[in-house]
């Protein structure tokens, strides 16, 4: 899934997270949404009933061990990716509190909202739920944050989202509404995203274009310009939150690049 949304986005960047492996740039910012799905799984897995202060302490402890990880792996904060134009320690910082601050409004909006988790037909709730699609030929496997059902009833995907911008296309939900109907039988005409910065979701999205049709078409063209090695760079304003930019043939230095290794 996420392989789609790279591809589409740059090409470039595509082939060297994908194709080169070439090494990223650590982000607090994926700590940060990391040990937030971490610690809002594991409350809603468990019913709810956890004390919401051991759901926090999850969350930093996931938190800090990302970190620790990163920075064993570079340590030089200078070369990690921040937002706006903070040093790597404050960043570091400032997204372990205000990942805890999601955390806290996560479980007071859900605690608030008519609906809750959908529970599947074992009985237990549909938390990152591991799919494995076979789009024309493409194998596809992803999981899905949260299969949520509504207070009126209706039950789609739900995907979590830390970051501040809301994604450009609901394609991710549409691909999701597909691999809920191979997994449990039905088709789901509705899908949201949650965002974590306002403790609220967005409102639903239509997703009934979104076939089974129309999502293989999309894995097909991606497999097509894979296979055509169409590895378009796109720059712009993206570059700026990219982990392997330094390596880009567009703005970087290809040459400083490991012994490439194809995969």
């Known amino acids: 899934m996420s392989q789609l949304q790279t591809f589409s986005k740059c090409g470039e960047q595509w082939r060297l997270?994908?194709?080169v492996l070439a090494p990223s740039r650590p982000a607090a910012?994926?700590?940060?949404?990391?040990?937030?799905?971490?610690?809002?799984?594991a409350w809603?897995?468990?019913?709810?009933?956890?004390?919401?202060?051991?759901?926090l302490?999850?969350?930093?402890?996931?938190?800090?061990?990302?970190?620790?990880?990163?920075?064993?792996?570079?340590?030089?904060?200078?070369?990690?990716?921040?937002?706006?134009?903070?040093?790597?320690?404050?960043?570091?910082?400032?997204?372990?509190?205000?990942?805890?601050?999601?955390?806290?409004?996560?479980?007071?909006?859900?605690?608030?909202?008519?609906?809750r988790v959908w529970r599947d037909p074992d009985g237990f709730p549909a938390l990152e739920v591991e799919f494995r699609l076979d789009l024309g030929g493409v194998a596809v496997v992803g999981y899905i944050d949260q299969v949520w059902q509504w207070g009126t009833g209706q039950i789609g995907p739900r995907d979590l989202k830390t970051g501040t911008r809301l994604p450009g296309s609901p394609?991710?939900?549409?691909?999701?509404?597909?691999?809920?109907?191979?997994?449990?039988?039905?088709?789901?005409a509705w899908g949201d995203f949650y965002m974590a910065k306002n403790n609220r979701p967005e409102r639903p999205v239509d997703l009934s274009r979104y076939t089974r049709e129309w999502v293989t078409s999309q894995f097909r063209m991606l497999e097509a310009g894979i296979r055509a090695e169409s590895f378009l760079p796109n720059p712009g304003d993206g570059c700026r939150t990219c982990g392997v930019s330094e390596f880009c043939s567009a703005i970087g230095d290809p040459g400083r690049l490991p012994i490439p290794r194809k995969v």
């Open 29 to 41: 910012w994926c700590h940060q949404g990391t040990a937030f799905h971490t610690a809002v799984e």
């Open 17 to 19: 997270e994908k194709r």
């Open 44 to 55: 809603e897995r468990n019913y709810r009933q956890d004390h919401p202060g051991d759901i």
């Open 57 to 115: 302490d999850l969350f930093e402890t996931e938190y800090d061990r990302l970190v620790a990880v990163d920075m064993e792996r570079e340590p030089d904060l200078a070369r990690w990716l921040t937002g706006g134009n903070s040093r790597a320690d404050a960043d570091i910082t400032r997204r372990r509190e205000r990942g805890a601050t999601q955390v806290q409004g996560y479980m007071d909006y859900a605690l608030a909202d008519s609906g």
């Open 171 to 188: 394609l991710q939900l549409g691909v999701y509404r597909v691999a809920v109907q191979e997994l449990y039988g039905f088709l789901p």
